[in-house]
């Protein structure tokens, strides 16, 4: 079973992740900030992470920082979702290592074929 | 030694310096040419052969005088940090060229006075490239011991030697047609020179006191033996004083305005902050170089105590007679570097004067006004390096002719005498407006003339004849007017005497009539720009004045005859994006007047692209009262437009914010609604709790926006207030009925015993909001079930003031005052994204203010946030 992480605040927004990826039979992890996502992924074997960016405390962008600077966490894959949607956002989040980056508001079906895209690729 | 070999060691030589300059000009951005301290070493093209040889010759003949050529320099340059920094500023920003550009562009691009300035420098610094090529080739025959002075020119090494300069600095002098822009190549190959002759002439100081004596004191005390030891050694009282006072003047002057240190200083600079580094590293560069003269000078005069040997030589001949011809070879290289560094720059500046200030704006505007762009370019590139052949053939010549037999030091300091006179109008022009061009051409010509009287004309005759009347006795035997005793002036020596003189005549001149005549418009609006250019650099184009009228597509082609097509329109789309201006627009206004003419500067000068443009334009004539107020009414507009984009950036961050909180109820919204619609086998408990949320999602955007609406009609006073007479008691209870089932969920308690009721006007709908907003945050924050919420009030004169207290952990300091901001979000928010919009506070405060009142929020003890709002009685 795959692992997948959800970073979200919005507890709203973490609901439905939360409930379509479990009906594709993944193991689901939740942060509610980045603090609680690092501790996640330092403590279970992650496949891959949902990060939202505007958090409080440790924001996406800071938590992805966190992940490439690791040799082992950096192969860990990562889909930005976000409400930030300007090309300046989409540019620096790929540019700091992301797999996707994924508007707010975003479509389920979309999303999981691109989570599980991500995942057949080594 | 053989002259073969040394001839060889010169071509080597030559090779890696002409090397080094190509390589810097291919790796223009390289950091090895890019940095401080190349630009502080290429200064120091100050030191030429004269520094090698003369400071020597005139340390062994007439003791620490020497001295003062450096003195100044290092007096001067600590100010350079505010002084320079002005300067290079200027220049920048009107792409100058040269010094005759700068001074002429000061005083209102004046043609004539841009010419005058390129004639006395080339009159100042011709005979001091001579004396470089005399140094060369008189050491070049010490050391192959060549005591006759080769005939003819064709077998005249010096002569070849020029004409590989003369190669060396049109090739890298002329790479680019604007003379403005940076020379790499050349920089950075007198920066390498200038290492070379330092090391060189440290290594035979060491040679000259460690080897030959015992040290400092064994020098000192041999030459003290020898007659005149003393006298020499000191700055011979008052009258001594004097002329060292104006000797150090003079090198201040030198320093800044010799055009070979008005180029690397200024036009060369790539950027300002390197001034930091040259305000230690140069003084220091100069005090390295002089610390062994004097002992080279002593260990000379006891050498040769009994031989005719020239002073001027010493250097040379020490390790030369000891029998050490590798060190002498050193020496002859040194010194080689600093005449070769020196002949170079000059050549280059000097060119770029003639080209842009005298030939081109007297000679070829007509015909480049109907030229093509790469005719155009070639013809002002080979006027230059013709310029730069005349100047180096003209000085050798000059040196073949006249057998300069005068010592170096005295020719060098004639010509530091003929720049001086440029001072008045550089330096007054910097810090007076009203300097007036016509003062500064009679006062140059007048300093001029006196010089000529009181130092060339009797310079010339002392070296011919051993004794003149004119020189003895005055002219028409009237002894006031004995050129070395100007009206009786004794005690000062030839050249501190002609410097007094000439510059007191020069300034009196320059100073009489400028207050006496009132510039025209145009000068003055350059003179407000050079003396306050700290106050205008901001407006760039704008802070010149120009009334008139002109077609865009006119001025467009002048530039293209010298930028070409291509660079012509990348440079007006540039300017047009800059100003936000329409690319089809037809009239030209100032700024692009003012933006053309500089682009046209560093190509053909200040005043021939002001000639060129103004052809094509039609100007008016504007009072200089007008110019003032223009310039400070632009100034103006230059700020409150500032502000104006402040304001736009908030509504920009105002509007971002907007659609990302609208954003995130929309996204829960939707996610939910597809998983309910794709998903058939989905259990009711699970359906009914997606539904839920999917109604308090749509509350939470319906929320937000009537939110954002009613901050808009508060904001802007669109929604008038209902001020009635109302009972602030009864107003509290009724927030309290609002927020009371949220606060018996969570089994917090609201107090109100220390609320006083007074009747008075407000708004009671409004300020009922402002209570539930304060009173939902208060109960959100306070612990559960240990929680207590006070409401309490005081009352004054005519203020009241009503505060809302919990317990809860309280507000951070550095939030205390932005909490009030739209959709602030503490940056050391800890606890979860509280419910709500965001803009709670925001419209309170905007509700609290409308009525004329006051907000703001403090930290209790032992625990707990308070925020208070102030009303006035007499709110309206």
Redesign the interface.
Known sequence: MKKILIVDDEPNIVMSLEYIFKKEDFEVFIARDGAEAIEIFENNKIDIIILDIMMPNVDGFQVLKYLKADAVLSKIKVIFLSAKNKVSDIELGLQLGADKYVSKPFSTKKLVSEVKELLKKK | MSSFLVISIIIVYLAVIFYVAYWAEKNSKSIWVNNPYVYTLSLAVYCTAWTYYGSVGLAATSGLKFLTIYLGPIIIIPSWIILMRKIIKISKINKISSLADFISLRYGNDRFLGALVTVICVLAIVPYISLQLKAISETFNVITKHNIITNTVINDTTFYIAILLAIFAAFFGTQNTDASERHKGIITAVALESIIKLVFFLVIGIYVTFYLFNGPSDIYNQASLLPDFHTKQSIGGLEGGFNWFFMTMLSMIAIMLLPRQFQVTVVENEREKYLKKVTWLFPLYLLLFNIFVIFIAWGGNVIFKNQQVDADLFTLMLPLINGHEFLALIVFLGGFSAAISMVVVSTLALSTMLSNNLIIPYGFLKKYSKGESTQNTESIKNIRRIAIFSLIIVAYFFYRSFTLDRSLVSIGLISFVIIAQLGPSFFCGLIWRRGASKGAKYGIVIGFLVTTYTLIIPFTIDFQIISSSFVQEGMFGISFLKPYALFGLQFLEPVPHAFFWSLFFNMLTYALISVNIVGNYRERNFAEMFVDSAKYATLNEDAYVWKGEAYVRDIRNVLIRFLGEKRTERALNLFNMKYGIDQNILYADARLVNFSEKLLTGSIGSASSRILISSVVKEEEISLLEVLNILDETQKAKESNKQLQERDKQKDDFL?TV??EL??????????S??LL??DQIDNS?KK??LT?IV??SERISRLINNILDLEKLATGKEKLDLQKNSIFETVKKSINAVYQIAANKGIEINISGLIDVEFLYDEDRIQQVLINLLSNAIKFSPKETGVVSVFSYLDNNKFEISVEDNGKGIDINDLISIFNKFY??KN?????PVGSGLGLAISKQIIESHNGKIWAENIKPQGARITFRLPFNTI
């Open positions: 971002d659609a990302h954003k995130t109820p929309i996204t829960s919204i939707r996610a939910l597809e998983i794709d998903d699970t709790r997606f949320s308090s999602e979000q503490s928010q800890t606890i979860l994204k």
